[in-house]
DNA sequence: AGTAATTTTGAATCGAAAA
DNA sequence: TTTTTCGATTCAAAATTAC
């Protein structure tokens, strides 16, 4: 990091070694093995030792950060707590600490706790009086026009989106889901601005980054997890440029559509299809539509095109499938019986 | 706290000054102004002297703690990176992180941040080692009986629970949620235990200890407050005590497999089969098992012929009986019943 | 080939009593 | 104080195997 500008970089998402601190084997019920965070990468003598490790890579990471710039920290209790001390000590601003709550966490095997459910991210301002990125309007018409809250319900990351190595299995034991990375990005940059990962790990960051129209800078020792990266993303498409300005309010349904592309099962600049294939219409990052003449909800645009008064957006649009119309209302309850 | 007894004490339950560093009025969309935390008892002079406070209080807390007492404080991203930072320092082994979820949290009204819509609460043990309590079957009860999570969705204090004070306004400017704490202390104290909270305020730890049968001591500086908590809790009833008696499995009184054999239930001899019908042993008048290759007890024959580093016994092996497999679990609480 | 059942897996600071 | 034994304990979702 001391080899960049400062003050050249607009955000920072940074998700360090959290010290798990981990003591002996553990075992799920049916006596298989938990394949546990024990990387070399996660060891530190002890609390001083991460204390200054905390200390070091936060004072680089202040420098190389515009001042209207922001950074996000993500952790769990066992590193929060130092994280969170040394930014207020080192004059960052906080502004708000989200909760990423986990639909499907690990459970705890032996009983002997609460479920640890979530992890904590901090987004911090570099002093009290900077003027940040917020993009409130796009963050409210995420969350069904109402105000995006402090807490995130987001699955971890499985499935297809997790990256595996060579050998087939997982490509870096605590990669993030590209979910989480598409709100903090969009919550608070401008397409064109500059986002730094000092921890990139499987590249989650850099991936997200670049489909959305932001540049990005990783940082990262291990080669192995760099070849990971750079193959990821590249085959990561940036979304056309109109479909990442962003725009505001209107009404949508309890489940609001942005969420569908939040979550990839919809991809910015996706073309949608009218359900008589009359019209067609573009997915925009916010969750936005964008047709030859019109933007707005899905409601408002399937409206708009048809001259009529309204339109229920989730039954007139449509993703082409193979030949067929598949309307997006079916991803509406993909979604819905997977938030439950 | 430094009046009490060292040790006498088995949990802590603490609401500290938040030191929430408000600049000037804040006011709503529709000009009308927002009831600030504004008093004197959260006033610091800057981050050195809130960590101070911290240290003095914890340090406090820690004395009068038993050696398996745990410790809840509650705080916003204002100051729960001080506090769990010093609960570290200080040698408390963080349990868990517990968010509260707000249903109803006051929006931002500037449209600037996230909507604050959460607390934290941190859940400490005096060290690494101590034994702490937790209900877990009360807790996965309560949950639907899925493990309860470390994120609580619980409203903020509202309507006729809020305390007001002589002039008809609300009596303390932070009273918590009496859901929250019952939940805080039927997971963590037994009925009997005593409870402690140092910044007692409106009262309502003490209003739910007292209803679930713990004792409760209350510090307070503020006569008005400690007036208030008293008329509260006098008028709150103990609930029945055998409403408030938990029977943990593991509490129960342990019964040795020999003793079924000892007593007639299970026949020197016997063959048991595995649940899965995989494996069989045969019961020997000392209580242990013999298999084709192995021999000991129930759980290490279980283990050994699973190949599985452990194995519980008494749900593993069953005797067969009408062609239905019976586990041997269920002879144990007969057993039980019978000797009461 | 399609559906149902089974197995696998995820940032995890995950015992206590008796000998 | 240390070692051995007892025995309690999992949720959601994807991947794999069985039917």
Request: include cysteine; charged fraction near 25%.
């Amino acid at each position: 990091m001391n080899a960049l500008p400062a003050g050249s970089v607009d955000m920072i998402f940074a998700d360090p070694p959290y010290n798990l601190q981990l003591q002996g084997d553990l075992h799920r019920p049916n006596n298989s093995k938990v394949d546990a965070v024990d990387d070399a990468w996660d060891k530190f003598d002890d609390l001083g030792a991460y204390d200054r490790f905390t200390h070091e890579w936060l004072s680089a990471a202040r420098r190389v950060l515009k001042d209207d710039g922001t950074i996000w920290v993500i952790g769990s209790y066992h590193n929060i707590f130092r994280v969170g001390s040394k930014l207020q000590d080192l004059g960052f601003w906080v502004l708000n600490d989200v909760i990423w709550r986990k639909t499907n966490p690990m459970p705890n095997f032996r009983g002997r706790r609460f479920t640890n459910a979530h992890e904590t991210m901090l987004w911090c301002s570099k002093s009290k009086d900077s003027q940040n990125t917020f993009n409130y309007e796009a963050m409210k018409t995420l969350n069904d026009d109402l105000q995006m809250r402090s807490d995130w319900l987001i699955p971890i990351c499985s499935g297809s989106e997790r990256i595996k190595g060579d050998d087939g299995r997982k490509g870096h034991p605590t990669q993030k889901p590209e979910a989480l990375l598409h709100r903090v990005i969009v919550a608070a940059t401008k397409p064109g601005d500059v986002v730094l990962d000092p921890f990139f790990g499987s590249g989650t960051t850099g991936a997200v980054a670049k489909r959305l129209g932001r540049h990005w800078i990783g940082l990262e020792r291990d080669k192995g997890y760099i070849k990971l990266a750079l193959e990821r993303i590249a085959k990561v498409q940036k979304a056309e440029t109109e479909m990442l300005t962003i725009q505001a309010k209107r009404e949508e349904p309890r489940i609001p559509f942005g969420w569908l592309v939040e979550r990839g099962l919809l991809q910015p600049g996706a073309v949608l299809e009218s359900f008589n294939r009359r019209w067609t219409a573009k997915v925009r990052s916010d969750g936005t539509l964008i047709s030859a003449e019109h933007r707005g909800s899905i409601h408002q645009v399937g409206a708009a095109v048809q001259g009529a008064p309204a339109c229920n957006g989730w039954q007139f649009w449509c993703v082409p499938k193979d030949g067929v119309l598949v309307p997006i209302d079916h991803y509406r309850q993909l979604l819905r019986a997977e938030l439950h």
